[in-house]
């Protein structure tokens, strides 16, 4: 990011940027002033290592000699170097153009990444190139990418070969270029088109993307930082590019960072935000957290706000255990398989699939269209399952045909892929009414919501010790479970769902009546 | 899933993208078509490819086989070992990969800025329409995951003017393949050092049918292009001239990496033509 303010303000400060030709000028001598615009008074601490550093060649035009002395100085350095670069310089440079000798570093090519390979070169030492045309390529992680020629000019010395690795700012290579040349930090590669800044574009919802606004990728990451919308800053680099120090003065005057201070530090992007008190240290930081909904969660969202929309009623039942409980003991007892363990769902979701054999309408969809009531064929009975990744509702297929053991296994087989997030959409398809088996979490009464487009959902409570009178009228200990039915009451009425779970309840109760009507 | 075809209703046009789709395709031509469309075309491409035979090992462009392959059951079973055009790490590929290749150029997707992390960004917006309502579809660092497991491998290229985008998506994966690969040095952090059958996954446990799963593709894809089939017969010209840089690693070059240890020789100068 540092890169960027410094080739930035360069490009700002230089006299030539308009592109004016001409003499030798006072131009600032090397190393190049720190980079805040408008600083005046002393020397600041020493200025980081330059990115680009301008040796000023000898112009072909021998004209009015440059007036500053250190320049002087620095010619007088060069030696006999000077008359050989002179003829170097006629050759790569038109002539009436001072040449100068640039260092051309690795750009930044997306945020973090710090280094690239480099794979090959596309021109060689002495090869003439033009703007944009590809110098070599380099891969930084996933990707492949040529770089492109930020100038017109000659490739005068290459610093890094196939295999090495260049990190952002080291100097690939030398290129001798016309001093014409307007240096503009916002070339980068791949060479950034105007056609980018002026297409009309379909605004877009999503942070990533960003509609229109010329600027650096290390640019649009501070606006980010910041919480500013870069399309609200006015840029005043090149082609009205949005530049690192218009992003600092945005969040200036929108009061979220003070005023610089002339410090060198800031040009390596570490500015004090001016937000909320900030906490004592030690202490913890209660914020916000914003969560996106996805998979499961999201699904929820839509299933539940249709569900929403379907009259409900619901139906609230007790049931005795006792018998459930035993038989339960009595199918451990018998239990060689220790991969299988018995619970009392399989029981109860049989002994439902019974009684809607009975009463088939509780088993249906409802076609809003037509008016149509569909009565389910198969009982897919659906498990509700609470997964880490949310609520997920398998089924278990054709429970009119399975054993209860069978059901035991499936049970179980939907149980182990719900927990790894590995339900097939046969799986989560093609229920025809719900169980929600809440009370193994806790809780005596539900309200469910249906798992439309069926016409009936139901919650069972968590079993309880309860009094309750005997035949005798005695009291003794009881195993209740609070049974709620949800359902439609487009299709379903009170009567309807009132006898279906009796007949339910009466099979729970009475176990052996089960058999009576099994087939 | 949503339909918004009205985005192009908004006015701007939506750019023409010719879609090739193609079914067990080896890939090691897939690739050299893909270079082609890539250099040698000025069209918008998606290419897909169901399924691709023989089952062969691809490393990327500046991979180290020594360090990438099990060398030595490779040369005894005869696996092809080829090295792409694009970045990015090593897979090995057989009829239960999916290969979708987007090959674009810079203005094809407006705002959109030629650089990978704002490219991969994009394409997991895309897909994420196509996967949402199968599972819990994430970009992680830059894999496609159904939670916290990678069922689809990303590599790009970026050109002057144009880049790729492509991925090989694992609707199916054969366990024992695995076992030419070596674990690799550089992983992304959310692997957790887990074996590949504890952080892969297969699409096909999540989605009902490879079509579901490319017509998800192709239906996206409208909501920003102007998406025409292209015959593959019309897309092969004759161009000789054109010299692709993928390559299949002949079985002298594998057995002299073996016999030369140690030596990074075969790098990536082979990429040089």
């Known amino acids: ?519 | 899933m949503s339909v918004t075809r009205s985005a192009g209703a908004l006015g701007a046009a939506r750019p023409l993208m010719r879609l090739v789709t193609m079914s067990g395709v080896p890939i090691l031509r897939q690739l050299h078509l893909e270079e082609r469309l890539l250099r040698r075309t000025a069209d918008n491409w998606c290419v897909i490819n169901d399924g691709t035979a023989p089952p062969t090992i691809v490393m990327g462009v500046s991979g180290r086989v020594s360090e990438l392959v099990e060398i030595e059951p490779v040369l005894r079973d005869r696996v092809p070992v080829v090295r792409r055009y694009s970045g990015g790490g090593t897979v090995i590929v057989d009829q239960g990969t999916v290969f979708v290749t987007f090959i674009c150029n810079k203005s094809a997707v407006a705002g959109l800025q030629p650089f990978p992390r704002d490219i991969m960004s994009w394409s997991g917006q895309l897909y994420d329409k196509v996967f949402d309502r199968f599972g819990e579809f994430h970009l992680r660092e830059n894999d496609y995951a159904f939670s916290h497991h990678k069922f689809g491998g990303n590599a790009q290229s970026i050109t002057k003017n144009r880049w790729v985008h492509h991925t090989s998506f694992l609707w199916d994966y054969d366990v024992k393949n695995m076992d030419y690969l070596k674990m690799p040095k550089r992983a992304p952090e959310y692997r957790l050092a887990r074996n590949h059958t504890d952080f892969l996954c297969r699409m096909k446990e999540y989605m009902p049918s490879r079509s579901v799963f490319t017509d998800g593709i192709i239906t996206a894809l409208g909501e920003q292009f102007s998406v025409q089939p292209t015959d593959l017969e019309t897309v092969l010209s004759n161009d000789e001239e054109f010299v692709p840089s993928t390559k299949l690693l002949s079985q002298q070059d594998l057995e002299e990496i073996v016999s030369s240890k140690g030596s990074s020789s075969l790098g990536v100068q082979e990429v040089e033509a």
């Open chain 1, 1 to 519: 990011m540092a890169a960027w303010a410094r080739l930035a303000s360069r490009s700002r400060l230089r006299p030539s940027a308009s592109g004016v030709r001409g003499p030798p000028r006072s131009s600032p001598p090397v190393p190049p002033p720190p980079p805040r615009a408008g600083r005046a008074g002393p020397a600041a601490p020493p200025p980081p290592p330059p990115l680009r550093r301008l040796l000023r060649l000898p112009q072909v035009r021998s004209s009015s000699a440059p007036t500053t002395s250190s320049l002087g100085d620095r010619w007088r350095c060069l030696g006999g170097e000077r008359r050989w670069l002179a003829s170097e310089a006629s050759a790569a440079v038109p002539a009436g153009e001072a040449a100068e000798l640039v260092e051309v570093p690795l750009a930044q090519t997306g945020e973090g990444i710090a280094e690239c390979e480099l794979l090959r070169w596309f021109v060689a030492e002495g090869d003439q190139v033009d703007e944009f045309q590809p110098l070599c390529e380099v891969q930084s992680d996933k990707a492949t990418i040529e770089i492109t020629s930020r100038f017109k000019g000659k490739v005068h010395q290459i610093h890094f070969g196939p295999g090495d690795i260049v990190k952002v700012g080291e100097t690939l290579l030398k290129m001798i270029v016309g001093d014409s040349q307007i240096v503009s930090p916002d070339n980068i590669f791949p060479s950034a088109d105007k056609s980018l800044g002026e297409e009309s574009v379909v605004p877009s919802s999503e942070s990533n993307i960003h509609s229109g606004t010329l600027s650096t990728p290390a640019v649009r990451h501070l606006a980010k930082q910041y919480g500013l919308n870069i399309d609200e800053i006015v840029g005043t680099g090149k082609d009205g590019r949005v530049l690192k120090e218009d992003v600092l003065n945005y969040a200036v005057s929108k009061g979220l960072c003070r005023e610089q201070s002339s410090s060198l530090e800031e040009s390596t992007g570490q500015v004090e935000l001016l937000k909320e008190a900030k906490p004592l240290p030690g202490v913890p930081l209660y914020e916000d957290k914003k969560i996106v909904l996805r998979g499961y969660q999201r699904a929820m969202v839509k299933s539940m706000s249709l569900a929403a929309k379907v009259p409900h009623f619901h139906y609230l039942e007790e049931i005795n255990c006792d018998s459930l409980v035993q038989l339960k003991t009595a199918f451990q007892n018998v239990n060689k398989d220790n991969t299988i363990k018995h619970t009392f769902l399989p029981f109860l979701i049989k002994s439902l699939s019974m009684a809607l054999s009975k009463y088939p309408m509780l088993n249906s969809s409802f076609l809003e269209q037509t008016n149509e009531v569909v009565l389910k064929g198969s009982h897919n009975i659906g498990i509700a399952m609470a997964t880490t990744n949310g609520l997920v509702v398998p089924n278990i297929k054709n429970v009119q045909s399975l054993s209860i053991l069978e059901i035991t296994k499936e049970l179980a087989r939907l149980h182990e892929m719900a927990s790894h997030n590995k339900l097939s959409t046969a799986d989560i398809e093609g229920g025809t009414i719900t169980l929600s088996n809440i009370g193994a979490i806790g809780g005596k009464f539900g309200s469910p919501l249906l798992n439309l487009p069926e016409v009936a959902i139901i919650a069972l409570g968590r079993i309880q010790k309860l009094p309750r009178f005997d035949d005798d009228e005695n009291v003794y200990p009881s195993s209740i479970i609070n049974v709620t039915v949800g359902a439609d009451h487009r299709v379903v009425d009170g009567a309807m769902v009132a006898r279906f779970c009796n007949e339910w309840k009466g099979v729970v109760e009475k176990p052996e009546l089960l058999l009576l009507h099994m087939r």
